[in-house]
């Protein structure tokens, strides 16, 4: 499979598996997987001017405001590693996010393709108190899946699994929330662009894989 010159946009609501999906394409692809999740979160743990600033925001479970996340994507972006193509996860979020990702696509001739997963509110609840994650290396684990890892390390760095704060229901209710108010709305944006196509999340693993798979290769 090759996806060289493609920018991926993988949407869908906390818990749906973009983390989980990006991850294995970027493995398949040869591409960087870019989650602005997982570089807000080690800003935080450094404790760096941006971490203080986004803190209060990802504890409650708001977005951390625009002009924040758009200039660590653009840095990001900027990176040889990106030449050949990214998969970008959690972003963008807000339709002011997608625009001011489009000039940055533009200018390197990339062609978006938006990946949606669909999933009901109902099961992201269940998987997202069940989410472990490695600390180190960002691997996403499920206590439901595989129990044995609940008290485990990561397969691949041997880290201590945690979990992460803002999992807790009630923060969880409200990411929710956010993802029907500001990022939903990205899906039609996506599709007037004729640059959308949906998986059903509610499949295991391999099986939402090898779909997202086949939308790629359907989408040369
Ligand atoms: P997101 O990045 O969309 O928030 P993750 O990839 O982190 O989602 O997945 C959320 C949780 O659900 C994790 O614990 C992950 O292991 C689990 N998970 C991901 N995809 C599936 C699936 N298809 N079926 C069951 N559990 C899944
Ligand atoms: P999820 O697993 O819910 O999809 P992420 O790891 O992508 O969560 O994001 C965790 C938190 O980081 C969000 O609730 C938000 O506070 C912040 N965040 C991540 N990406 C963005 C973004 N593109 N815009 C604003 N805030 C973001
Ligand atoms: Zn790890």
Known sequence: MKGDGVA?????????????QARKLSDSLKLPHISTGDMLRESLKNQTELGKKAQQYMNSGALVPDALVDAIVAERLDREDCSKGFILDGYPRTLAQAQALQPLLDQKHRKVLAIGIEIED???????????SCPKCGKVYN????????????????????????????VVAKRLQVYHNNTQPLIRHYQDQRAYCNVTGDQPIDRVFEDVKKLIENHK
């Open 122 to 132: 109902s099961v992201l609840v269940q998987r997202l108190s069940s989410r472990w």
């Open 8 to 20: 991926i946009v993988m949407l869908g609501p906390p818990g749906a598996g973009k983390g989980t």
């Open 143 to 170: 206590a439901q899946l595989e129990p044995g890892k609940r008290n485990g390390r990561c397969d691949e760095c041997f880290e201590e699994l945690v979990q992460r704060k803002d999992d807790t229901e009630a």
